[in-house]
């Protein structure tokens, strides 16, 4: 086994070592800090590399021909198997299904075994911090047979409330559902007391452990648990491949999810279809063979490595970052106390988080701000969202300090800009020609070079655009993106003409909404419908940074527009 350095595993990363940089300083031009792995992580060169072998030298369908080369990728394809049941202490390859990440392995579950166990007002035990994988899926399966579901509460440091859970706990209860670790509060359930105490009235278990497995070992033969869940792609492994660990009795006791070639054993028309044995009654179709080697490589590259230094070296950095965090007054952390896994949660006093994360963005560094799919943790701790930093092994303390120092400019007040873009998109008295206001801002925004530079005087646009009175900031106006809140007003004149009034509660998107207006603003129906919004983005360089998947409000602003004028 390899001892554990820091700059030598950083070094294996290819994204990480062409797009980050070993000096990093505020003033220089961004280069990556990666701190979102706990969204995903990034690939060492070998499991990238693993995807041409496989697809060069040995590409073929697994279990299913006589031929050599199906016999190679079955034999590799099964080892990886093999490897996963190590890697997690299962008793036998048959406990280990292969899935495309956690929430399908939730959904096989919750599907399968829920329609087998759950009738009319059973109950079961969901915790508040749940990812939407861990509750969706449990309660559309509640939905269908009238099973009722009972919300587990956390104590004061953001775990599970073991006397809440003796209270909810009972005969009635039939499954319980916990994360090994939240992915935003990223403290260490005691599952193992939740466990047996599941295990005393006859309830079935049901782990979360896509934050858990890349920090440090699981032993589900230990823990006792009926059902282990986690992801490749948040350990170094790709994306598209998941592991559902399961008790083999259980798993035997329960119907297929999916059907199709592989999970069967006799099909026929004239007597009932059979199933395959375990693990491929529950591997219909042809699977993620690429991605399982992949996976497979992830786990060889990772056990290379004491854990135990690993995990002391990512707690290292979450206490340094943590610490640096705490010394900034406005930061405000979602529970006390530092995490178990290099994931922290806070959020800025006075700041909304979406302008925090695109502002940390403009610096090159990549943290998620939102509800990280956990609203009802969100609404529990009465917040609309907080930022997250999670970082990974090679992750280092030098990258923590850049994000602190670029923090603290951030929220530095802002200085009054002189040479500020001024455009009067929304006031009454002076209105622009829209094609004059929106040619200004090309020609302004076009002179300033970089995102970094161009986010600034976004920001900056968003101080002229008129805040929409309180009253009219309703669910009436409303248009949510992910991250943030906008609200759309229009009236139409007696010629036809549109005006509108947008705001947002993130100053980001009210610098957007300014451009957005200088384009559509005071128009008609047919000039607002004719305005050619992408090409008018991507002439000012602003494209690539509104994800239409995400949502971030500007987009629904305009598709609103469109919409009231169609
Ligand atoms: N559970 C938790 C705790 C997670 O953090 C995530 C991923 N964010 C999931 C479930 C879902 O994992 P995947 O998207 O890989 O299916």
């Given at each position: 086994m390899k001892?554990?350095e820091?700059?030598?595993f950083?070094r294996?990363?290819p994204?990480?070592?062409?797009?980050?940089?070993s000096?990093?300083?505020?003033?220089?031009?961004?280069?990556?800090?990666?701190?979102?792995?706990a969204?995903?992580?990034?690939?060492p060169?070998?499991?990238?590399?693993c995807?041409?072998?496989?697809?060069?030298?040995f590409?073929?369908?697994?279990?299913r021909?006589?031929?050599?080369?199906?016999a190679?990728?079955t034999?590799a394809?099964?080892?990886?198997?093999?490897?996963?049941?190590?890697?997690?202490?299962?008793?036998?390859?048959?406990?280990?299904?292969?899935?495309?990440?956690?929430t399908e392995s939730?959904?096989?579950?919750?599907?399968?075994l829920?329609q087998r166990v759950l009738?009319s007002?059973?109950?079961?035990i969901?915790?508040?911090?749940?990812?939407?994988?861990?509750?969706?899926?449990w309660?559309?399966?509640?939905?269908?047979?009238?099973?009722?579901?009972?919300?587990?509460?956390?104590?004061?440091?953001?775990?599970?409330?073991l006397?809440?859970?003796?209270?909810l706990?009972?005969?009635r209860?039939k499954?319980?559902?916990?994360?090994?670790?939240s992915?935003v509060?990223?403290?260490?359930?005691?599952?193992?007391?939740?466990?047996?105490?599941?295990?005393?009235?006859?309830a079935?278990t049901?782990?979360?452990?896509?934050q858990a497995?890349?920090?440090?070992?699981?032993?589900v033969?230990?823990?006792n648990?009926?059902?282990y869940?986690?992801s490749a792609?948040?350990?170094?492994?790709?994306?598209?491949?998941?592991?559902l660990?399961g008790?083999?009795l259980?798993?035997?006791?329960m119907?297929?999810?999916?059907?199709g070639?592989?999970?069967?054993e006799?099909?026929?028309?004239?007597?009932?279809?059979?199933?395959?044995?375990?693990p491929?009654?529950?591997?219909?179709?042809?699977?993620?063979?690429?991605?399982?080697?992949?996976?497979s490589?992830?786990?060889?590259?990772?056990?290379?490595?004491?854990?135990?230094?690993?995990?002391d070296?990512?707690?290292q950095?979450?206490h340094?970052?943590?610490?640096?965090?705490?010394?900034?007054?406005?930061v405000?952390?979602?529970?006390e106390?530092?995490a178990?896994?290099?994931?922290?949660?806070?959020?800025?006093?006075?700041?909304?988080?979406?302008?925090?994360?695109?502002?940390l963005n403009?610096?090159g560094?990549?943290?998620?701000?939102?509800?990280?799919?956990a609203m009802?943790?969100?609404e529990?701790?009465?917040?609309?969202?907080?930022?997250?930093?999670?970082?990974?092994?090679?992750n280092t303390?030098?990258?923590?300090?850049?994000?602190?120092?670029?923090?603290?400019?951030?929220?530095?007040?802002?200085?009054?800009?002189?040479d500020?873009?001024s455009?009067?998109?929304?006031?009454?008295?002076?209105?622009?020609?829209?094609?004059?206001?929106?040619?200004?801002?090309?020609?302004k925004l076009s002179?300033?070079k970089?995102?970094?530079?161009r986010?600034?005087?976004?920001m900056?646009?968003g101080k002229?655009l008129?805040?929409?009175?309180?009253?009219?900031?309703?669910?009436?106006?409303?248009?949510?993106?992910?991250?943030?809140?906008?609200?759309?007003?229009?009236?139409?004149n007696?010629?036809?003409?549109y005006?509108f009034?947008?705001?947002?509660?993130a100053?980001?998107?009210?610098g957007?909404?300014?451009?957005?207006l200088?384009?559509?603003?005071?128009?008609?129906a047919?000039?607002?419908q004719s305005?050619?919004?992408?090409?008018y983005?991507?002439?000012?360089?602003?494209?690539?940074?509104?994800s239409?998947?995400?949502g971030?409000?500007v987009?629904a602003?305009?598709?609103?527009?469109?919409?009231?004028t169609?």
């Open positions: 001892s554990f820091p700059e030598q950083r294996l990363f994204l990480i070592v062409s797009n980050g940089a000096n990093l300083s505020v003033d220089k031009a961004p280069s990556l800090v990666y701190f979102d792995n969204a995903t992580t990034q690939k060169a070998c499991v990238i590399d995807y041409r072998h496989y697809y060069q030298n590409n073929a369908n697994v279990h021909a006589s031929h050599n080369l199906s190679k990728a034999t394809f099964e080892q990886a198997r093999e490897q996963v049941k190590h890697f997690i202490n299962a008793r036998s390859i048959k406990e280990i299904i292969w899935s495309k990440g956690t939730i959904n096989l579950i919750a599907s399968s829920g009738s007002g059973d109950e079961l969901i915790t508040v911090s749940e990812h939407h994988a861990n509750i969706v899926p309660q559309l399966i509640a939905a269908k047979t009238g099973a009722v579901i009972k919300v587990l509460t956390l104590d004061k440091n953001g775990r599970v409330d006397s809440d859970f003796d209270a706990l009972s005969h209860t499954i319980v559902c916990c994360a090994h670790l992915n509060i990223a403290k260490i359930n005691p599952i193992d007391v939740l466990i047996a105490k599941a295990k005393a009235v006859g079935i049901v782990i979360d452990g896509a497995v890349a920090h440090f070992p699981v032993d033969q230990k823990l648990c009926d059902f869940l986690f792609h948040k350990m170094y492994g790709p994306t598209g491949v998941g592991v660990y008790k083999q259980l798993l035997e006791s119907p297929p999810y999916q059907a070639g592989e999970m069967i006799k099909v026929s028309f004239n007597e009932a279809t059979t199933f395959n044995a375990l491929f009654k529950f591997e219909a179709g042809t699977p993620n063979i690429a991605g399982v080697l992949a996976f490589e992830a786990l060889t590259f990772l056990s290379q490595y004491s854990t135990a230094q690993m995990r070296y990512e707690l950095l979450t340094y970052c943590y610490q640096a965090l705490a010394n900034i007054s406005s405000q952390f979602i529970v106390q530092v178990d896994i290099p994931v922290i949660s806070f959020t800025i006093k006075g700041h909304h988080n979406h302008d925090i994360a695109t502002s403009s610096y560094i990549a943290i998620r701000s939102g509800h990280h799919c009802p943790l969100m529990y701790l009465q917040i609309s969202g907080c930022l997250r930093v999670s970082m990974a092994a090679y303390i030098a990258e923590v300090d850049y994000f602190i120092r670029c923090l603290i400019k951030i929220l530095e007040p802002e200085s009054t800009d002189s500020q873009i455009v009067k998109t929304n006031s009454a008295e002076k209105r622009h020609s829209n094609s004059e206001a929106s040619t200004e801002i090309i020609a002179q300033v970089g995102w970094d530079a986010h600034r005087e976004i900056l646009l002229q008129p805040r929409l009175d309180k009253t009219k900031r309703n669910d009436h106006t409303l248009i949510s993106g992910c991250e943030s809140l906008a609200w759309l007003m229009a009236s139409k007696s010629q036809g003409v005006h009034h947008a705001d947002s509660d100053k980001v998107i009210r957007l909404l300014v451009i957005v200088a384009a559509l603003n005071d128009k008609t047919v000039q607002i305005f050619d919004i992408d090409a983005f991507s002439r000012l360089g602003l494209l690539q940074h509104l239409p998947s995400r971030n409000g987009l602003i305009v598709e609103k527009i469109k919409e009231i169609e």
